[in-house]
Structures are given as structure tokens and as C-alpha cells.
């Protein structure tokens, strides 16, 4: 009884005394404010963590996310030892110093975690200059028992966690739009770059010895390193793959596919790739040492992995090496700029006048070197077997036929030069006719039979339809230089197209009077009979507007130009006519005297 009365006292004593060390402690919390009152949780402090990440990020992105790898707050960072200078210790202990050296550059710190040390990040920085500054100043460094640790230490620094900006809501990085995201660790990756590079250049380093470190899993990680947003790091692995290849022979095919799986992963499947454009410049540099005749697997390069890549969205961000690569390809061998054009014809955009404006570009270049060279490739039509294959096809293959089969090449394209005239996008009509305008007009003097009747019909339309003034002074420039190329010829250009706008309206006013007698039959109510019988009108004055162009075939078109304000206005874009807004020049009471009424037309 004594015994239990003495440890239920002693029990009570021990709850007082905790009651009373907590009643302290919480006077002392109270008593001052910046202690917490309560000590956060761990989910509390991960908040609190993802808060101050959160507001790293600058107000130009709120639409844009950040995406690293989020450290764990619990795991300790490397400590670094202090290590003498290699300069300050004796030559026999250099290299077993060079090696601790190594070894100690291959812990990693995360410059993300809020424990990082910033004692540990300045003696990692003066460890790697140190190894830097010592390959630099010495020869013989580099031995068989050394390629180990190196490439340990550098699969471990600069194989990193890739930060990479992904857009919400829908939308796409841009790297012509969005500021690229800089690599936090640079400080210390900027140098494993370096001595890695200098590692590669060496003399001491054989490539049959240390082509066993470099293994696939290697180069397709270093690969991959190519989606970095850094520029200075894309800088380096460019000099660097470059330098990989030309060393080690063993594995340049393997470095080819594994960019050639590059860009189909970029051009079928996520879209955006920050490094294509270094890519194409190795590329670049590799195709310019290609050999004839060219292997198949060069023509399936560029048939399946550089053509398309004029499809991609980004494709501003990286046209310049891209040009540069595909007319290597048409230097070579010309025999592939009929194919290539052919491709680049059925690629042209149709909405992007960024891209078109380099589609211009690299169609002429392409063009101009199959003119110079081999011209007869530009008669071939449109359903010929070479324009369809850089390989040459099985007989089985069947080739797809266009729905135009008898037009040639040549004719494709100053079609297609014609069309990008019509372009609402003034640097792209003005683009196209300093082009026809230019080195091209010597080549529609020489086949002028076949290009007049394509550019004509083209042109005409842009005197009528289009609203840059600058535009159709060219445009009445250039038809006025056709017409004096042979007047005769003109006439009877212009006298064809008359006759088959005019074979056009009357079927379509065969049709419409079809239809007509069809639906009154059935008394269908709500039949609208001007909107069948509007663009009958307006194409009947386009046929007396031809007539009389082809009447007065010397008429001054320098003339005609300073009154194409009236024609615009004329020929409004939604074809309705609207008499208010006419201006009262000669040119349109002419038209108003030939316009006739709906009801006329009907009787």
C-alpha cells in the first residue's frame, strides 16, 4: 500500500511539473513573436516550400510552369574536402591527385535544395578549374587506368534533370516567343563540358581504347541532352558531338540514327524541340562529306527525316541550317532537285506566311540550281516515278497519280509562285513578284509559250482582288513586260482565258436555270434567286473587262495602275456591289453603265 501511494505521488509530481514546463514554454512563445506557436508539420513545410518555388518564377510566365526535379529536403548534401592545388604538389604526386580530384568532382550538388551549401559549390568550382587549368599546361595527362573515372565523372554531372518550361491552357513553348530557362548548376557543368572537350581533342586519348566507354546508352543520353533550353549548353554538346563523330568511326551510324529518331520524335509526336537547329548544323557538316554516288540510306535521310521537317511548326526557329543541308543534297547530285522541289511543292503552306516566306526562299534555290545544271528535269510530269521516290521503287509499288497529271514541274511551280502572289500577306505577294520580276523573268522569256498563260491568269486576278497598292503597281509592271515580250502571243492569251471564263458562266448558268426549273416544279418556297444569279453578273463584267483588254492590247498599264483603287473597290471580296461607296471616276461609270439589273437577267 506505502508502495503504491509512493509511485501514485510521484506520478501526480511528474504531471505538475510537465504541466508547468509547457505553461513556460508557452509564456515564452507568446512573449515572443517570431517563434511559431506551433511547430509546422511536414506537409506544412512542403506547402510552405512549393510557395517560395512558386514565386521564383517571373510574372512574364504566369502561363508557363516549371518543371525540375523537386529535391528531398531530408537527404544531406555532399561534403567536400579541401584538396591542395596540382601545381603546388610534387610531379610523382600530380596524377594520384588528378584521380581524387576526379573522384570528388563526381558527387553532384542540387543547387535547387534549400540545404545546398554554398562552401561546397565554391570548392567544387575551384576543384574542376584546378583539373582544367592542369590538362591545359600539361602533356600526357590522360592514360587507359584514367578514361574510367572521367567518364564516371562526366556521365554524372552532365547527365541532369532537364528544366523545361511546359505551357498550360493548350499552348506550345515557343523559342522564338519564350525566354529559355537557364541551367541552375551552370557554374559546374560549364567546366565538365570543358574538360570533357579537351578530353576528346587530346592526343594522349586513342579512340580504339576509349571507344569501349563510350557505349549506346551514352550517346543517346548525351543525344537527349540536345532538349536543353540553355543555349550555352546546346553550344557545347554541338562541339562536342561533333568532335565524337569525327574521332570515333565505329559509331557514326549509330550517332545518325539516333538523330534521325530525333527528329521523327519531334515532328510526329510532342512538336518542340529546343536543339533541331544545332542538330541540322552537324548534319550540315556530316552531309557536306558525303561521297557519290550518294548511298541509300543517304536518300532515305533526306526523303524521311530532312523534308519533313519543313511540316513542323518551329520551322522559322531552325530553316537556315535546314536550307543549308537539302541544297548540299541538290549540289551533289541534281538529279535529286526535281524529287526534292516535287516534295517541297506538296509541303507549301497554306495558312503560316512566316514559312511560306521560306519555302520561297529554298524552292528558288533548289530551282535555280536544276535550271543551271540539268534543265530537262523541270519537263517532267507531275506523275513520273523519279518525283515520287529518292529510291527507286519496286515494280509492285503502285505511285500515287496527282489529280493533274499532264502538268510538268515547271509549270508547278510558277503556278504555285502565282498563287503566293494572290497572298492577302503583302510580304508575301511582294516577295513573289520580285522573284518572277527578277532572275526568274529571263527563264519566262526562254518558255514563255508555257509560263504567259500560267502568270497571266494569276496576275489578272491580283489587279482586281488585292488591297496593297505596292502590290499591284508590280503586278500591272510585270504584265505590262509580258505583253511587250510578243503582243500576239498576249492577245491570244488573253482572248483563251475569255473563252473559258465564258465556256464557265454559261455552264454555270445552265446549271442555275437547271436547278430553277427543277425546284419550281416542286414549288419549293424560300428559293433565293439573286443569290444563284449575283455571280453571274460579276463574272459577265470580268469577261467584258477582258474584251476590252484585249481590244486596246498597247494600252498604258503604268496608267491603269494609278486607277486600280476603282477596280478594288469594283470587286469587293464578298462579290456584292455596292454603289455607295464607288468613287466617281470614269473607270466606274463604265461599270455601272454595263451592270444590269437581276431583273434583266432574268428576262
Known amino acids: 500500500m506505502m508502495k503504491s501511494r509512493k509511485s501514485t505521488s510521484s506520478k501526480s509530481r511528474l504531471n505538475r511539473s510537465k504541466a508547468g514546463s509547457s505553461s513556460t514554454s508557452s509564456r515564452r512563445r507568446g512573449s515572443d513573436p517570431d517563434i511559431p506557436s506551433k511547430a509546422p508539420k511536414a506537409e506544412e513545410r512542403t506547402s510552405q516550400q512549393d510557395k517560395v518555388n512558386d514565386e521564383v518564377v517571373p510574372s512574364s510566365r504566369s502561363k508557363l510552369k516549371i518543371s525540375r526535379s523537386r529535391p528531398d529536403l531530408e537527404r544531406p548534401q555532399p561534403v567536400f574536402e579541401v584538396l591542395p592545388s596540382l601545381k603546388d604538389v610534387s610531379p610523382f604526386q600530380r596524377q594520384g591527385l588528378f584521380l581524387k580530384k576526379i573522384k570528388q568532382s563526381t558527387q553532384i550538388l542540387d543547387f535547387t535544395a534549400p540545404n545546398v551549401s554554398q562552401k561546397s559549390i565554391e570548392i567544387k568550382r575551384k576543384c574542376l578549374m584546378d583539373l582544367l587549368e592542369y590538362i591545359n ?169 530532312l523534308l519533313p521537317l519543313y511540316s513542323a511548326r518551329l520551322l522559322p526557329s531552325y530553316a537556315t541550317p535546314l536550307n543549308y543541308c537539302v541544297t548540299l543534297f541538290v549540289d551533289k547530285d541534281v538529279v535529286l532537285g526535281a524529287p526534292v522541289l516535287a516534295q517541297l511543292l506538296r509541303l507549301w503552306p497554306k495558312t503560316d506566311s512566316s514559312k511560306e516566306l521560306i519555302f520561297l526562299q529554298i524552292t528558288e534555290s533548289v530551282f535555280m540550281s536544276i535550271w543551271q545544271k540539268n534543265p530537262q528535269l523541270l519537263d517532267l510530269q507531275l506523275n513520273h516515278p523519279d518525283l515520287h521516290a529518292f529510291v527507286p521503287c519496286p515494280k509492285e509499288v503502285n505511285v500515287s497519280v496527282p489529280i493533274q497529271p499532264a502538268k510538268t514541274l515547271l509549270e508547278t511551280y510558277f503556278d504555285r509562285l502565282g498563287q503566293s502572289v494572290q497572298c492577302q500577306h503583302f510580304e508575301v505577294s511582294e516577295r513573289a513578284l520580285s522573284l518572277i520580276d527578277g532572275d526568274l523573268f529571263d527563264i519566262v522569256k526562254l518558255r514563255s509559250d508555257v509560263l504567259v498563260p500560267v502568270l497571266f491568269r494569276r496576275l489578272y486576278t491580283v489587279t482586281k482582288k488585292h488591297w496593297r497598292q505596292s502590290v499591284l503597281g508590280v503586278t500591272y509592271s510585270v504584265l505590262k513586260k509580258l505583253m511587250n515580250l510578243d503582243s500576239s502571243m498576249f492577245s491570244s492569251v488573253v482572248n483563251s482565258y475569255k473563252s473559258r471564263l465564258d465556256t464557265m458562266v454559261k455552264r454555270k448558268q445552265s446549271t442555275i436555270w437547271k436547278a430553277i426549273h427543277s425546284n419550281s416544279q416542286f414549288n419549293v418556297q424560300g428559293f433565293d434567286l439573286p443569290s444563284y444569279t449575283q455571280r453571274i453578273v460579276i463574272e459577265q463584267d470580268q469577261l467584258a473587262d477582258i474584251t476590252e483588254l484585249v481590244e486596246n492590247t498597247k494600252v498604258d498599264l503604268d496608267f491603269a495602275s494609278k486607277e486600280s483603287n476603282s477596280a478594288l473597290f469594283a470587286y469587293s471580296s464578298t462579290n456584292i456591289r455596292r454603289k455607295s461607296i464607288l468613287p466617281q471616276d470614269l473607270e466606274t461609270m463604265k461599270l455601272l453603265k454595263r451592270h444590269q439589273s437581276l431583273e434583266e437577267k432574268v428576262r
Open 137 to 305: 599546361f600539361n602533356r600526357s595527362v590522360f592514360n587507359e587506368t584514367s578514361f574510367l573515372p572521367i567518364f564516371k565523372m562526366v556521365s554524372a554531372n552532365i547527365f541532369h534533370p532537364l528544366v523545361q518550361t511546359h505551357v498550360s491552357d493548350g499552348l506550345m513553348y515557343d523559342p522564338n516567343e519564350d525566354e529559355p530557362l537557364l541551367e541552375p548548376s551552370w557554374a559546374h557543368i560549364q567546366f565538365v563540358y570543358e574538360f570533357f572537350l579537351r578530353f576528346i581533342l587530346s592526343h594522349d586519348v586513342d579512340p580504339k581504347v576509349a571507344k569501349k566507354y563510350i557505349s549506346g546508352k551514352f550517346l543517346i543520353s548525351f543525344i537527349h541532352l540536345f532538349q536543353s533550353e540553355d543555349p550555352r549548353e546546346r553550344d557545347y554538346l554541338k562541339t562536342i558531338l561533333h568532335k565524337l563523330y569525327a574521332k570515333f568511326m565505329t559509331h557514326r551510324s549509330f550517332i545518325r540514327r539516333v538523330i534521325n529518331y530525333t527528329f521523327l520524335t519531334f515532328i510526329y509526336e510532342n512538336g518542340s524541340h529546343p536543339g533541331v537547329s544545332e542538330l541540322l548544323e552537324i548534319l550540315g557538316s556530316i552531309i557536306h562529306g558525303f561521297v557519290l554516288p550518294l548511298k541509300p540510306e543517304h536518300l532515305r535521310f533526306l526523303h524521311s527525316y
